[in-house]
């Protein structure tokens, strides 16, 4: 039995504290939170089972706790995963990892020091229908990967410290590196703040990787719909991943197929329509097999898909996003 504690029971952390108690093999031990309302409730909910505490020292001084789960205010992040460390524990810490690159190296420097699991909540990378997408790119059923475009609009919630980039986009960021098996070159982004200043409520990150692939991401807190979408273009099919759908994976066989003219150099292009396919996909809860990742990965001591360079990968792409937002749409390589 793995025992956990979790630092930061918001809207989020309670949806993991929920994923966490009520796995078979893991304990939450203790639940951690600035505000005694949110305590209270944690307490009304889960009785006597959790532990209740306002200080995350408290979490850490137990030699009884194995892992931390940490789904504070991103800006936390790395202090917090640290001193878990520092104390050693395993740590889970919600997207983003951290607020810069350098900021994720140090905690990659801890889990290399202390030997500790770190693992990042880059939950479509577990996604059972990512998972099936994944798979179809892998053996070749859509053909070479021409772009991939994804939506992920709402009406809030909208965020004071963290802009849209940087609370919304790494989802899509990693899932889009997870498909594709490689890392972005360059990186262009627009957006604009209308809500408050210098807080962008809509961004459109352009993502350029080797082999002419491009990607597109359309993120924003202030729109009419909510939408959380995926679509990737092939050779030879399309594939659509829809996560507010009950079909949440659609494989199109729909593209454009080119002959040779006879005697000639002419190429003749041809439209293709044809069946679409939605396979079955597992209806087990994502975030539930992100749970029990962490919780398998400290029982059998391996690292985890998610892991701290994946979630410096994405951070990297974050900040050169930023630059580019912040330089006017600017093309920026991506270090």
């Known amino acids: 039995m793995i025992v956990l504690g979790q630092i930061g029971i918001g809207a989020w952390g309670r949806n993991l504290l ?15 939170d600035k505000s005694r309302a949110v305590l209270e409730a944690v307490k009304a909910e889960y009785k006597s089972e959790i532990g209740c505490v306002e200080d995350p020292a408290d979490i850490f001084a137990d030699d009884e706790i194995e892992g931390v789960v940490i789904a504070t205010l991103p800006n936390t992040h790395a202090q917090l995963a640290i001193k878990a460390m520092e104390s050693g524990k395993h740590v889970f810490v919600e997207k983003p990892l951290a607020m810069s690159a350098k900021e994720g190296l140090e905690i990659k420097k801890a889990a290399e020091k202390y030997k500790k699991i770190c693992m990042v909540g880059h939950i479509l990378l577990y996604h059972p229908a990512l998972v099936a997408l994944k798979k179809y790119i892998g053996e ?117 197929d080119q002959t040779a003219g006879q005697g000639s150099y002419e190429t003749f292009l041809t439209l293709r329509s044809g069946d679409i396919f939605a396979p079955k996909i597992d209806t087990a809860e994502p975030l539930r097999i992100e749970c029990q990742e962490f919780v398998d990965c400290i029982e059998q001591g391996r690292i985890p898909l998610a892991d701290v360079d994946n979630g410096i990968e994405v951070l990297r792409v974050l900040e050169a996003a930023q630059e580019s937002l912040d330089g006017g749409g600017a093309k920026v390589h991506v270090r």
């Open 18 to 32: 929920r994923n966490f108690a009520a796995l078979s093999d893991c304990a939450v031990k203790t639940a951690c």
């Open 140 to 256: 070749g059923s859509l053909g070479h990967i021409y772009y991939i475009y994804s939506t992920r609009v709402n009406l809030g919630k909208v965020r004071n410290e963290e802009n849209a980039l940087w609370s919304l986009t790494s989802h899509d960021i990693s899932a889009i590196m997870h498909l594709i098996g490689a890392f972005p070159q360059h990186v262009a982004t627009s957006g604009s703040s209308y809500l408050r200043k210098d807080i962008a409520d809509v961004v459109f990150v352009d993502l350029g990787f080797k082999n002419d692939v491009i990607a597109h991401i359309h993120a924003s807190w202030l729109d009419p719909h909510k939408i959380r979408q995926l679509t990737v273009v092939g050779s030879k099919k399309m594939a659509v991943f829809d996560d507010m759908s009950a079909e949440k994976l659609r494989i199109y066989d729909k593209g454009v």
